[in-house]
């Protein structure tokens, strides 16, 4: 196994992985007596079902971070989502000839309005970063197409003997709040940039640590 560092911005909550049914019930009862927030058991029993069903689908699509911060930015109300995930993918003998490869891909399946480029890592790999707006259909929106802007950061996980096979790391940032991006960009660079690897576990986790 593989090991994926990373720090974790502040201003982003986490959305707990793999909780089991009674771990979040825990969760959402925790949450409440942390903001002062009374709840009847119905409601605790609803939240906490719909918690365990995207925390077990976090799970299973590799999910190592998820995240969501909301608030207000000079004055305007904000959100955005920040993920990290670690899925098997065999890229071959070349990580930058992957990191590349995957950039064109992807900017070509997404069309017009997205660009992408490769960059090198502190971790010693390449990251085909990828930008743009995708429009989804949020129901109870109006209206209910709402723009996101989005960068995605696909990093080759580095070879190692202990991997049965080689995976790709994916780094999602998204916010309907365009106006916002330059606010948000540091953190999401600040979080590539701290990426590291290791096949053993190190000693004290840091805020993202979980194997790929």
Excluded: K
């Excluded at 991006?181 to 840091?206: H, I, K, Q």
């Amino acid at each position: 196994m593989m090991y994926a560092y990373f720090d974790v911005p502040v201003a982003f909550d986490p959305v707990p992985v793999g909780l089991s049914p009674e771990e979040s019930v825990e969760h959402i009862v925790a949450r409440r007596e942390r903001a002062g927030v009374a709840g009847t058991t119905d409601d605790t029993t609803r939240q906490a079902t719909q918690l365990h069903a995207l925390s077990r689908t976090l799970r299973s699509l590799g999910t190592l971070f998820s995240g969501v911060a909301v608030g207000t930015i000079d004055g305007s109300y904000s959100m955005a989502t920040l993920q990290v995930a670690a899925s098997e993918l065999t890229y071959g003998d070349s990580a930058e000839t992957a990191a590349e490869g995957a950039m064109q891909s992807v900017v070509a399946a997404r069309g017009a309005g997205w660009t992408g480029a490769v960059y090198p890592l502190p971790c010693g790999q390449p990251a085909a970063v990828v930008m743009g707006r995708r429009v989804y259909q949020l129901s109870g929106a109006d209206p209910s197409a709402v723009p996101f802007s989005e960068l995605q950061a696909f990093v080759p996980v580095p070879d190692d003997p202990s991997l049965p096979r080689q995976a790709m790391l994916t780094v999602s940032f998204s916010t309907p709040a365009a106006a916002h991006w330059e606010t948000y960009m540091p953190l999401v660079t600040g979080l590539l940039r701290s990426l590291t690897f290791s096949a053993t576990p190190e000693n004290g986790d840091g805020d993202g640590g979980a194997g790929a």
